[in-house]
């Protein structure tokens, strides 16, 4: 008989606490529309003819606690390295993890009057608990990002809904939000959506105030206008 494999806590765009098993390899497709649902919805079909920012990462657990995972998105051409170490803190529900990236991504140069490639990176430390009344389990992420100089914070929340034995194993709401401390009348993100979880397969389906992924720029905050676009992200664990 197969064994089941383990799955870590996933939020939607936030970093959390993993306990994959050591050879464990997970492979992840995030989506999120350009456009808004208000915005022309019968002409658009709510956004979904605007464009989407995507990214396509894998990830693998290579010793205990310990894993790697690279990626490319679609926003700035950006490509992703990144370690993680997560562990559980002694004696209280808490783990923790810290995530080492670094990125490489494409920016619009004044002096040069040209796209130019630029090198970047970011640590992010998480924070999560076992679950509350067996439902509730808060995240909590503080990082440090190169490309502006600066730290920013980001906390979510998973509920549980429904668990089972079937083709749906498990059914979650998640919420999340990333206040700016941004000079620039960027406005602060969040998302919220829906995860099922089934035997390999986890699929989120999301609204969110704008397009971006990883945690370096939803830090920063939106700069776009604003109302909720739809995305949604599919993971494979092999």
Known sequence: MLSKPVYSLEMLNLAAPGNEEVGQI????????????HDQPSDTFFGL???????????ATVFKGLGIHAGRIRDSQEYLLGVNYSYPIPLTPMQTQLDVQYFNFKEFDLESGEEERKNGGAFILSLKSDPLFDRLT????VGFESQEQKFGAGFGASIMVMEGNGLLQKLSIICEYFPTKSEDNRDNSFSFGLKAETYGHHFDFIFSRDSHITFHRLMNGSTINGGLRFGFNIKRYL
């Open 49 to 59: 003819d605007s464009g989407a920012n995507v990214s396509i990462e894998i990830g």
């Open 26 to 37: 997970e492979f992840n497709v995030k989506h999120r529309f350009y456009g808004t649902l």
């Open 138 to 141: 808060p995240v909590v992420d």
